[in-house]
Nanobody, 119 residues
Framework: QLQVVESGGGLVQAGGSLRLSCAFS?????????IAWFRQAPGKEREAVSA????????NTPRSVENRFTISKDNAKNTVYLQMNNLKPEDTAVYYC???????????WGQGTQVTVSS
């Protein structure tokens, strides 16, 4: 059974930090193309905030957050992390983990974790 579970969200003051975790099971590492973090704020479209490619470990983070967000993975723990520093109120959103299959491109989503940044 394929599972994707996010955790680590919460309420933090502006300037603070959080580390989100994406724990996955039922996937073979070699069958994962990439794992990405997305976020969706109320009334806004879902946007990607970082991705890590499992083949070579390279990452892709948009300029809007690249100096504050860092993605990493621990294959032994089947977990991908998103370290978020210097958080801003505009980072408030539900953060989702997405796994893309290397076999057929199917995308698997977690249930999301809420991040709220107070000013």
């Amino acid at each position: 059974q394929l599972q994707v579970v996010e955790s680590g969200g919460g309420l933090v003051q502006a300037g603070g930090s959080l580390r989100l975790s994406c724990a996955f099971s039922g996937f073979r590492i070699k069958e994962i193309s990439l794992i990405a973090w997305f976020r969706q704020a109320p009334g806004k479209e879902r946007e990607a905030v970082s991705a890590i490619y499992f083949g070579d470990g390279s990452t892709n983070t948009p300029r809007s957050v690249e100096n504050r967000f860092t993605i990493s993975k621990d294959n032994a723990k089947n977990t991908v992390y998103l370290q978020m520093n210097n958080l801003k109120p505009e980072d408030t959103a539900v953060y989702y983990c997405n796994i893309r299959s290397a076999l057929n491109g199917t995308m698997y989503w977690g249930q999301g974790t809420q991040v709220t940044v107070s000013s």
